[in-house]
Nanobody, 117 residues
Framework: VQLVESGGGLVQAGGSLRLSCTTS????????MGWYRQAPGKERELVAA??????TYYTESVKGRFTISRDNAKTLYLQMTSLKPEDTAMYYC?????????????WGQGTQVTVSS
């Protein structure tokens, strides 16, 4: 599975961005997809995920501000609103068989999100 992210950029605090992740290859094996982020000097964290069996997952810090969705088998989105400077990070799309094992699945190259104060 190949994943390509887009939609990152520079935005002021309080603004919005929508990230997209397009997939290709053996997408029939994908049951879960998600967005990770990693800021300089910090550990990578799972921000949001979606699966056929469980539904959606959000890390506490983005609940009510971010929305994950899939419009078909090939495209994943992350709508980010009320962005904060602490949301600044490289955002990565991941795909796999389950949310719990996303980190061991397929990854994209990432898209940078920078939120200025």
């Amino acid at each position: 599975v190949q994943l390509v992210e887009s939609g990152g950029g520079l935005v002021q605090a309080g603004g919005s961005l929508r990230l997209s992740c397009t997939t290709s290859g053996s997408i029939f094996s994908i049951n879960a997809m998600g967005w990770y982020r990693q800021a300089p000097g910090k550990e990578r964290e799972l921000v949001a995920a979606i699966s056929r069996g469980i539904g959606t997952y959000y890390t506490e810090s983005v609940k009510g501000r971010f929305t994950i969705s899939r419009d078909n088998a090939k495209t994943l989105y992350l709508q980010m609103t009320s962005l904060k400077p602490e949301d600044t990070a490289m955002y990565y799309c991941a795909a796999g068989v389950a949310i719990a094992t996303l980190s061991t699945g397929s990854w994209g190259q990432g898209t940078q999100v920078t939120v200025s104060s």
